[in-house]
């Protein structure tokens, strides 16, 4: 089974207890207070306009009551006119303040959201390497999407409803109250019967809607993993097993659904049959207090509306908890995030690298651990120097600490003893952007982005110019494949640079290391064998980037090796020997065995 299904498999249990953990208290919530009131104008609109409607809301069961009473029973014609237009009136101004009050909301709900969403995404990118080696980015990514999502919800609408719920009560109550006082001691007393097995089951109902997210959750976290697999998937023939995996799981969900809907359907058959038990109770109650003359018609019709009104924002409540819950659990999440100080920063007071670079490097006693200090060493007592313009090559078996020491030197770990100096500052005292100014770095495997030519390349210098580009590109030899593009430079080249070949892509990166024009060059040779002729060009592409520059190059080509200035030769995280490829193979042992084992013989002969 391919690495991606194993993790795929793996994925279900992270997702349950993730969500089972979310937190069934509302403080995390308050988080999201500075991102609301950084809008106070639009704030105090919205809850003007919530009080307005709310209140609008409120008076039109009075007008109504007063209808009946002067109207209706007094069977004044007149009096029913003139309360009609002031029902029409009240309306009018509780359409405009509700239409305004959700139009706030909710627009106040996409900026937080958008916020939110901006601080997290730059605040990830500040991270250090060190964070993204312990989190996987399918799951931040995901937190991103959906932990965003989930707030917007919530804000636009369930925040909105809250309010307005908790003030139609108020308000429902205390007209109740004015309308007869009698009738509101009865209703206060009947309530809990109905509210509390309405409130338990629903309670249950949350648990299960809770599950069938999680079961939604697992199935786009398979469907995701395996499309962005998709060319594993068919290289291990596994379209079949992961399409059942995938069926297997929608069944569920399914089931899932299917439980949560019979439940649904009993909670409104409840509700409707109980609420419909309480209304027939009150009525007959309000009957005799309407015979015996305590209240009128229009008082008991009017104190009917308002009941209903209440218990229809009382289970508003109830399910806009719910929602809270989930909420506030998207919320811990993101604010974890959020909070998470990047272990390696900005010195308190950096200190400028010279002007113009000098583009020397050294190590000086350096020792590294992935763990910290006390963990096993993976770099110890590294000790070497690179002038100005020199080529230092970099060998050693796999796992010896290569690509390690060029981590350390771009700062994406600290070292854990030692100092490394780039033009004789210590880079602990630089600022980090400046020093990585400094750098151009080709990965072994480029990334190439789903852009076009032009912005791959740009992305060594943002803002440059098309003739830089076009300059650039035809140093690294790029721009002949690129004449056979149909689109040139604006051709798209596809998710991770699919549509390129990998002699192309390491073009690509050659030519957006010569756009940023750092003094110091970072290259770490590709392993995988190109064609001759590929090879040919990749290898002139360098020769160009290389020119002039200081390089630090991890090398698997002897062509690299012979032009090296010195080879430092690796094993478990010491220099085990050093000196030109002549002087080294002199020598003969270690380096003459690992050369033989690890440049690519074809070169040789
Ligand atoms: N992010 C990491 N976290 C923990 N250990 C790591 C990490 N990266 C590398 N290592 C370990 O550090 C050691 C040195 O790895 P490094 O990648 O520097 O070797 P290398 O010489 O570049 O190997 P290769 O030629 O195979 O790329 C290895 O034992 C590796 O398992």
Known sequence: MTDQAVAAQAEPEEIVTDIEQAPRRLQPLRRLLPFLLRYPVRLALTVLFLLVSATSSLAIPAVMGGAIDEGFLAQNLENVGRYGWLII???????????????FISVIGERVVADLRQAVFSHLLTLETRYFDTHRVGELTSRLN????????A?????????????????????????????????????????IPVFIYARRLRGMSRRTQDALADLSAMATEMLGANRTVKAFTQEGEQ?????????????????????????????????????????????????????????????????????????????????LQTVSGATE?????????????????????????????????????????GAEPVLSALDF??????????????GSGKSTTLSLLQRLYDVT???????????????????????????????????????????????????????????ALVDDFVADLPDGYETLVGERGVMLSGGQKQRLAIA??????????????????????????????????????????IAHRLATIRDADTILVLEGGRIIDQGTHDQLVAKGGRYAELAKLQFRLAEAV
Do not use: C
């Open 146 to 153: 959906g932990d965003v999502t989930v707030i917007r919800g």
């Open 417 to 475: 003893s030692g100092t490394i100096r780039v033009d004789g500052i210590d880079i602990r005292d630089v600022r980090l952007d400046e020093l990585r100014r400094r750098f151009a770095y080709v990965e072994q495997e480029p990334i190439i982005f789903s852009g076009t030519i032009a912005e791959n390349i740009r992305f060594g210098k943002p803002g440059a110019g098309m003739d830089e580009v076009i300059a650039a590109a035809r140093a």
């Open 243 to 323: 399409a059942a995996h995938y069926e297997t799981r929608s069944e569920a969900s399914y089931r899932a659904e299917v439980r949560r809907l019979g439940a649904r359907a009993v909670l409104v058959g409840m509700v409707i049959f109980l609420g419909t038990a309480a209304l027939v109770g009150l009525v007959w109650w309000g009957a005799r207090a309407v015979f015996d003359g305590s209240v009128t018609a229009g008082q008991l019709a009017q104190f009917l509306v308002y009941a209903l009104m209440a218990s229809g924002a009382l289970t508003n409540i109830s399910e806009v908890l719910g929602t």
């Open 155 to 195: 804000v636009g609408s369930s925040f909105s409803l809250a309010l307005r719920s908790l003030v139609t009560i108020a308000g429902a109550l205390v007209m109740m109250i004015l309308t007869s006082p009698v009738l509101t001691l009865a209703v206060v007393i009947a309530l809990p019967a109905i509210l």
């Open 385 to 398: 120097t690179v002038g100005k313009g020199q080529t230092v090559a970099l060998v050693g078996p796999s």
């Open 89 to 103: 009136g009240i309306s009018a101004i509780m359409a405009v303040a509700s239409g305004a009050r959700f139009y």
């Open 333 to 373: 999440r993101l604010t974890e995030i959020l909070d998470t100080r990047a272990g390696i920063a900005d010195p308190s007071r950096p200190v400028p690298l010279p002007e113009p670079p000098l583009g020397t490097v050294a190590f000086e006693n350096v020792g590294f651990a992935y763990g910290g200090a």
């Open 512 to 553: 957006r290391a010569i756009l940023k024009n750092a003094p110091i060059l970072l290259l770490d040779e590709a392993t995988s064998a190109l064609d001759a002729q590929s090879e040919r060009l990749v290898q002139r592409a360098l020769e160009h980037l290389m020119a002039g520059r200081t390089t630090l190059v």
